[in-house]
Nanobody
Framework: QVQLVESGGGLVQAGGSLRLSCAAS????????MGWYRQVPGKQRDLVAV???????NYSGSVKGRFTISRDNAKSTVYLQMNSLKPEDTAVYYC??????????????WGQGTQVTVSL
C-alpha cells in the first residue's frame, strides 16, 4: 500500500504565502506524475498543478505565475509554493500521485486533503 500525507495548509491573509508538502510512503517502485488539486464545497475537484517525474510542469490558468510546483524524487515528496494568495484560492487541497508499487499495478493515490483559507 501507498500513503500520501499532506501538510502546510492553514489560514493566511490575501497577498500572503503558504507552502504545501505531500510525502508518499509505502511499497513504492516508482512515482510518475504528482500533483495538486483543490475542491470547494459543491464543486468538482480541479487541477491546480502537476509535475512529471522528469520535472515537466503544468498549471491551471488561475494560478500560473503565482504558484510553483516542485518535487524531490529522493524523498518522494511534492511541494506547492503558493504566493500572492487570493480569497478565491480558498479550498481543500489534495495531493495526487500516480504510483507503481512493488507487486501492485500502477494506481492513482490521493492524500487526505488540507484546508487552505485566504481571508481579505
Amino acid at each position: 500500500q501507498v500513503q500520501l500525507v499532506e501538510s502546510g495548509g492553514g489560514l493566511v491573509q490575501a497577498g500572503g504565502s503558504l507552502r504545501l508538502s505531500c510525502a508518499a510512503s509505502g511499497s513504492i517502485f516508482s512515482i510518475n506524475t504528482m500533483g495538486w488539486y483543490r475542491q470547494v464545497p459543491g464543486k468538482q475537484r480541479d487541477l491546480v498543478a502537476v509535475i512529471t517525474s522528469g520535472g515537466t510542469t503544468n498549471y491551471s490558468g488561475s494560478v500560473k505565475g503565482r504558484f510553483t510546483i516542485s518535487r524531490d524524487n529522493a524523498k518522494s515528496t511534492v511541494y506547492l509554493q503558493m504566493n500572492s494568495l487570493k480569497p478565491e484560492d480558498t479550498a481543500v487541497y489534495y495531493c495526487h500521485a500516480d504510483v507503481t508499487a512493488r507487486n501492485w499495478p500502477r494506481t492513482d493515490y490521493w492524500g487526505q486533503g488540507t484546508q487552505v483559507t485566504v481571508s481579505l
